[in-house]
């Protein structure tokens, strides 16, 4: 699964108040900028997030659970892993390797990370940082220079059966959780809140952010967020939730269509739009989904 290209969540910040605001890096090097222009930018920039984090954190707090409910997130994870690893039981994914044929090279773990997109090379960097010594580390050199490739140079024949040996401690299925938090599911969770989600959303937009990645790009999570935007307006902005749905999840399967392949679709035509259509907004039990020709029910 995933997005094309680097993690952009730690380079271009997101900060929701009424809608999204991107706060690019500072241009290093710029010329016609005087100096003290210069090293206010990134500051004057950081304060700016800080303070619409400190407001959005508010908004926040007043909102109900939603997805973050320990039962709609094993409900959520549940979806997802239907989509990922053709499975409901996601807790048996953590040891999962293959090379899916889509360009991204390995895909591994509870959420996919690939080889090819960054995901998995940060997961081993930060994991091997708290546990130095551990089955992957030796991969690291090799994982640094395949990033951005489908290539398994340096990786074969040796890697995949290090990922799963090392996905059976307790150590790396934690670490995996943490990452799969920390750049999908925290992320699209608090983005859908602040735009005015209920449950269903929440889930459309971890779905996409978990195929598409954290990218900017037009069929990246926040250039498909845009798109939808477009068509319609967020509930946040007193648009209909059912109607902008409808134009996500459009964007969604567009974007989908514009990098894998047809019968990925079922995760939009057959689970979300299934949901959405059935007025489940609040993603109410027992479920009832399909994904390439495969009933599965939570």
Known sequence: MKRVGCLLLGVIPVVVTAGAYFFAPAHEGGEGLGAPTVSAAPQARQEAK?????????????????????????????????????????????????????????????IGFCTGTHDLLELVERYTEEHPGNGLAGYLPALRAVDGTDSHEGLDPGFPQAWAEESRTEEFRAAQEAEHDRVYFDPAVRLAKLDGLGPLGQLAYYDAMALHGPGVERNGFYGLRERAMEAAGTPAEGGSEKAYLEAFLDAHRASIEARRTVSDTGRVDTTLRRFLRDGNLDLVTPLVWEIDGRTFRA
């Open 50 to 110: 800080d303070a619409a984090e400190s407001e959005d954190d508010k908004v926040i707090a007043g909102l109900p659970a939603g997805l973050a409910a320990p039962t709609k997130k094993e409900l959520a994870q549940r979806v997802v892993a239907s989509a990922v690893h053709s499975t409901t039981d996601w807790r048996s994914t953590y040891g999962a390797i293959r090379d899916t044929g889509d360009g991204r090279g390995y895909t591994a773990g509870i």
